[in-house]
């Protein structure tokens, strides 16, 4: 289980970071443009003669008037790709992969569109090949660099000299013995966690303590609330022990004491990214909802669209090879069309390049398996490239598919399924997607156990309760670069 402590201005040393926001994306940019200019410098000293001085100054006037506009068009699409990932977030992390990654795929993203763009405009001939490949290697890497010491050090001062917020843990539900686990074991935190209160000392029954001091029954936390003992205390109550709660709270409430409540791990069974709601006086909690609501929604249409429109131009003439191939390779048509279920359980067409002599879209569908003899010579590789998979670009354009998501399965397998795994219809809260989480995770092709499907909807709920647009952008780009094969694919 992944116990989350709430972002809490004293609590967590990644908070420290937020006091500072400007500082991460002014040295980027700096970064960026020092770089190209520095590169340029370095280039043209040894490729011209006269004295360092007389270089300098003839780069400074090239580099203004022409490298400007590269600066300012790369530093602007830069930080627009670092917004949506959450680049620039205010938190400091203690793994170096989930600070990396983000800026990593910004600045990836951000030569894709240069690229393109100078392509389709004819500008790139304007630029030198080796200042500019020099300076798309360069940067990042110090960047980078420039990250790593600013973790580290921020890190280790704040670690150092930080005012650690006196913690203490109320009940012993299953949720404490997580929490306390975590709270030993992560690095970085402002929290001490100093003990734990229960009105069943330890050995007493079957609960086992925590990995903490046992302070005193419920009736001390409150005296030591009182006398200051503590600053943060998190209430593991069991929720059927209401009355105990509420009485217990009042009390707190006498007192200076931040407290919080976790909810059991289980209340919720497969909850989608649980928010709270304020209705009719009354908080509530959404369990099964789905991320792309809002502005959301919005968002990743507009992310579908364009991705897709993109994808299409690339790939327009290999598709309309891989038709004439098909068509003249084996009777039958180009594409083939088979129901699934799309967003809310509805019925959609998704396309195919056919790769099979038979079309089945009936209540029984077999799946491919090695050295089917249903597969034809040409689809033997559309299957294993996943190339016959290309033509549903065209329904994410429509809107009955989105590039991301879930895999859609046949009708007559989500029949099937949703009777054997518990929550497998909540992957319908999206549209369906192209490639997904569980596709990058290694969980393709033939699923033919229950618990193949079950680990592959497992990925599929997780999507839906960490989705964000730098989740889509990552998956995107491991399935550019691992995900068109994989070993139970037929």
């Known amino acids: 289980m992944k116990t989350i402590i709430p972002e809490h201005q004293s609590y967590d040393v990644g908070n420290y970071q937020s006091r500072l926001p400007l500082i991460v994306p002014f040295i980027d940019g700096l970064i960026i443009i020092f770089s190209l200019f520095v590169t340029g410098l370095c280039y043209w000293q040894m490729m011209r003669e006269g004295t360092f001085f007389f270089k300098a100054k003839w780069w400074l006037n090239v580099w ?22 959450k680049v620039y977030k205010g938190s400091l992390c203690s793994k170096i992969h989930s600070c990396i990654s983000p800026f990593l795929i910004s600045w990836v993203l951000t030569l894709f569109v240069l690229l393109i763009v100078g392509s389709g405009a004819q500008v790139t001939l304007h630029y030198s090949r080796v200042i500019v490949s020099i300076w798309f290697i360069s940067a990042p890497l110090l960047m980078f660099v420039w990250r790593i010491i600013f973790i580290y050090l921020l890190a280790e001062f704040y670690e150092k000299r930080a005012i650690k917020t006196r913690t203490v843990i109320i009940g012993l539900g299953d949720n404490a013995h997580h929490l306390a686990a ?31 001091q046992y302070l005193g029954t419920i009736n001390q936390c409150v005296e030591d609330a009182h006398n200051n003992v503590f600053d943060l205390a998190y209430l593991c109550m069991p929720i059927n022990l209401q009355f105990r709660i509420t009485g217990l709270l009042q009390k707190l409430s006498d007192t200076t004491v931040s ?29 099964f909802e789905s991320p792309h609501i809002g502005f959301n929604s919005q968002l990743k249409r ?27 390779s084996s009777p039958g048509p180009i594409l083939f069309r088979q129901r699934r279920y799309g967003l809310s359980g509805k019925e959609f067409q998704m396309l195919k390049f056919r790769s099979m002599t038979t079309a089945d879209d009936g209540a029984v569908i077999k799946q491919a398996t090695a050295d089917d003899p249903r597969v034809t010579s040409i689809g033997k590789y559309l299957r294993k490239y996943s190339l016959d998979e290309l033509p549903q670009f065209i329904n994410v354009l429509k809107g009955d598919m989105s590039i991301v998501g879930p895999r859609p399965h046949a009708v007559s397998h989500n029949e099937e399924y949703r009777v054997l795994i518990p929550g497998y219809m909540l ?64």
């Open 64 to 85: 203004i008037a022409g490298y400007t506009n590269l600066s300012v068009t790369t530093l602007s699409l830069f930080f627009l790709f670092s917004i949506f990932l």
């Open 302 to 328: 507009a992310e579908d669209i364009v991705f897709a429109s993109i994808i299409l131009l690339i790939i327009a003439l290999p598709m309309l090879m891989l038709a004439l191939a098909i068509k003249v």
């Open 259 to 287: 407290v919080f409540y976790l909810l059991p791990h289980n209340l919720f069974f497969n909850a989608l990214k649980p928010t709270w709601h304020s209705v009719a006086g009354y908080s509530a909690i959404s369990v």
């Open 427 to 490: 992957r319908h809260k999206v549209k369906p997607g192209i490639t997904g989480l569980a596709q990058i995770s290694g969980c393709r092709g033939e699923t033919e156990t229950p618990e193949k499907m079950e680990a592959r909807v497992q990925y599929d709920l997780e999507y839906l309760q960490v989705w964000s647009l730098g989740l889509d952008l990552k998956i995107i780009l491991r399935t550019i670069f691992q995900g068109f094969t994989g070993k139970n694919v037929y």
């Open 182 to 212: 975590f709270l030993n074991d992560t690095q970085h935190l402002t929290i001490q966690l100093i003990g734990y209160y229960d009105d069943r000392p330890p050995g007493t029954d079957r609960h086992a303590p925590l990995r903490a």
